[in-house]
């Protein structure tokens, strides 16, 4: 079918931020997406058939995208920032984090430790983050720096508790109560199974969650996820990438030969250089080498609401504590408690997660007639490896969704199904998606959200991170040194590796 000067595999937003890049520098790119549609899981759906909302299905809010990648491309995007941080119940109060009011954050504090001395710890740990999140993140846009080079731009402390201590052992001893330790271990512990009081892989989850565009904020994409990567394929387009779906890639090799499937037969594209927007364990499997699967470990669940459930405190409106990140049984002892059992293989007994209320922030993904009649929320479960699903996925799922359900409902006023909204069929408005069903469905290997285990954002070889043993050959998706998250950082890096 022809040559090309570079051929991206795989349409994910990354592989589209790279296309575009490359595109607009004058070079002759080609998109193969498997999918009838771009944009990987950084999309939309409409999952509960006669139901008009359109659910960020899979990945589901934005942080790490730099503001350089949207202003380059030219990108239209509204990303809302939320008010409040975080809500965590706890017996009947709770502590609600509102960036919009130090003294109602304070008296929170307050409410739930006893005194101020987690408060003061609290501005005293995030200040330290916001000074790594200005240095490091404009780094994550430049080829790689060395360790020593990172240490001198964050300074000995910040070196010392986020990069060098296990972030469970800093935790204990910065703060003294165990629902404020849990608020800040949950962002160690994201799509990661790690236990923050040994493994240092939780640092660099920790890391990736607090850095985002220098500021670690976590937006909310008006129209939802999908939004983003339409943004990203209308740019990719305009700026001369074609774009080809349906194209199922079914090898690879060093020379920058691309073979894929499609409808109407098997075809052959060369690149001179080709950039691989996929797991490096797919892409191991397309060069013939044999794959090393990570493990995912997360529940996302989807769900829209008839209306917001009730609190047990009734103070606080659950309209706050529901637009911000809704923590359940995430204090630092139910954390490890769930740890320990799914590693002795079994699902947790009191799950911990989290959920958010997107609609909230943005109406705009409620069809008309749901405006103001239902809400929507997201929940992603911590703790849930891909090894407890394996056996028999369906029933794994079931119990997983079941125990989840419960673990929500132990820290509401009522129960958390009787909100649920009815489909036209009679069915509730809820959805589960395990590891399994990501790799399944998704073709992610062993449903790992970010490809294998995240790396820190440094190396002394240099380089931009997304070398790999083939000259021709570039990783340009989450797989990469920098990667993770809905972030475009590996696509504009492989572009700019090849453009230096």
């Known amino acids: 079918m022809g040559s090309y000067d570079v051929v991206v595999a795989g349409g994910g937003h990354n592989g589209l931020v790279a296309a575009a890049y490359l595109a607009r520098a004058g070079r002759r790119v080609l998109v193969l997406e498997r999918l009838g549609y771009v944009g990987g899981l950084a999309i939309s759906a409409r999952p509960f058939p006669g139901v008009d909302v359109r659910l960020s299905r899979y990945s589901y809010l934005v942080s790490l995208l730099p503001t350089e990648i949207i202003r380059d491309l030219g990108l239209r995007l509204d990303l809302r920032r939320r008010r409040y941080s975080s809500y965590t119940p706890h017996g009947d109060t709770g502590l609600l984090v509102d960036d919009g009011d130090e003294g109602a954050t304070a008296a929170s504090f307050r409410a ?3 005194g101020d001395a987690d408060h003061r710890a609290w501005g005293e740990f995030y200040g330290l983050t916001a000074g790594v999140a200005r240095v490091l993140a404009p780094t994550l846009l430049e080829p790689l720096r060395t360790p020593a080079e990172i240490e001198r731009l ?7 508790d986020m990069f060098q201590r296990p972030i469970g052992q800093v935790v204990d001893e910065r703060f003294r109560d165990d629902t404020v330790r849990g608020v800040v271990l949950t962002d160690a512990l994201i799509g990661t199974f790690a236990d923050p009081a040994t493994d240092l892989l939780a640092n660099r989850c920790f890391l990736y969650h607090v850095i985002g565009d220098g500021t670690g904020d976590w937006n909310v994409p008006v129209g939802g996820m999908g939004a983003v990567s339409g943004a990203l394929e209308a740019a990719a387009r305009q700026a001369g990438a074609e774009i080809r779906t349906g194209a199922e890639i079914i090898g690879i090799s060093p020379s920058g030969e691309v073979a894929f499937r499609t409808d109407d037969g098997e075809h ?3 690149g001179r250089h080709v950039l691989v927007n996929l797991p490096p364990a797919v892409l191991d499997r397309l060069l013939g080498a044999t794959p090393e699967v990570p493990e995912g470990a997360q529940l996302k669940v989807n769900m829209v609401l008839s209306r917001l459930p009730r609190l047990k405190d009734a103070s606080v409106d659950p309209r706050a504590a529901f637009s911000g990140t809704f923590h359940i049984n995430e204090s630092r002892d139910q954390l490890a408690r769930a740890h320990a059992q799914a590693v002795r293989g079994r699902i947790p007994d009191l799950p911990p997660a989290e959920v958010y209320c997107h609609s909230l922030t943005d109406p705009s993904i409620l069809g008309p007639d749901l405006r103001g009649r239902a809400e929507t929320l997201t929940l992603f479960g911590l703790h849930m490896p891909a090894r407890l699903f394996r056996e028999n996925p369906d029933k794994a799922r079931d119990e997983a969704l ?8 132990s820290v509401l006023a009522e ?13 509730p408005c809820i959805e589960a998606k395990t590891p399994v069903d990501l790799e399944n469905e998704a073709g992610l290997p062993g449903g790992h959200i970010f490809h294998r285990d995240l790396s820190w954002p440094y190396a002394e070889e240099g380089g931009w991170g997304v070398e790999t043993a083939h000259e021709r050959i570039l990783l340009c998706g989450a797989g990469a040194r920098r990667g993770g998250g809905v972030s475009g950082i590996p696509g504009h890096n492989a572009a700019m590796a090849l453009l230096a």
């Open 112 to 114: 739930v430790t006893g």
């Open 154 to 160: 964050v300074g000995a402390e910040a070196w010392r």
């Open 268 to 270: 052959t594209v060369t």
């Open 402 to 409: 079941k125990a989840t359900l419960a673990s929500i409902d």
């Open 415 to 427: 129960p958390i199904e009787g909100c649920l909204l009815r489909a036209p069929d009679g069915t």
